[in-house]
């Protein structure tokens, strides 16, 4: 059972930048395939970035290209996501997710999810 705490969330302006951190439990966290997610009010999660066991290749959505970057470090068995230029839009609940195999995009394929962590972009 991988356990997963997501951390960095908070209150920000338009244009500044925030790193969340998702740290696991599990010690053969290398072997996982990592993924954030996020879920804004009266809308369905979706996928924002994911990147493999290895590091690579890594998979972004088109809403956060150039200004969200992923990165793991295997020997802290942490993920992270640089969030840079935040928008309004960029509100929502975000959550850190893993599996096994490569990045798919789905939310119903990652088995274990970290309880959320609340990002807020005000104007």
């Known amino acids: 059972q991988v356990q997963l705490v997501e951390s960095g969330g908070g209150l920000v302006q338009a244009g500044d930048s925030l790193r969340l951190s998702c740290a696991a439990s599990?010690?053969?966290?290398?072997?996982?395939?990592m993924g954030w997610f996020r879920q804004a009010p009266g809308k369905e999660r979706e996928f924002v970035v994911g990147?493999?066991?290895?590091?690579?290749?890594?998979y972004y959505a088109d809403s956060v290209k150039g200004r969200f970057t992923i990165s793991r470090d295997n020997a802290k068995n942490t993920v992270y996501l640089q969030m840079n230029n935040l928008k309004p839009e960029d509100t929502a609940v975000y959550y850190c997710?893993?599996?096994?195999?490569?990045?798919?995009?789905?939310?119903?394929?990652?088995?274990?999810w970290g309880q959320g962590t609340q990002v807020t972009v005000s104007l």
């Open positions: 599990e010690p053969t966290f290398s072997t996982y395939t």
């Open positions: 990147i493999r066991w290895n590091g690579g290749p890594i």
């Open positions: 997710a893993a599996r096994l195999g490569e990045v798919v995009t789905p939310r119903q394929y990652y088995h274990y």
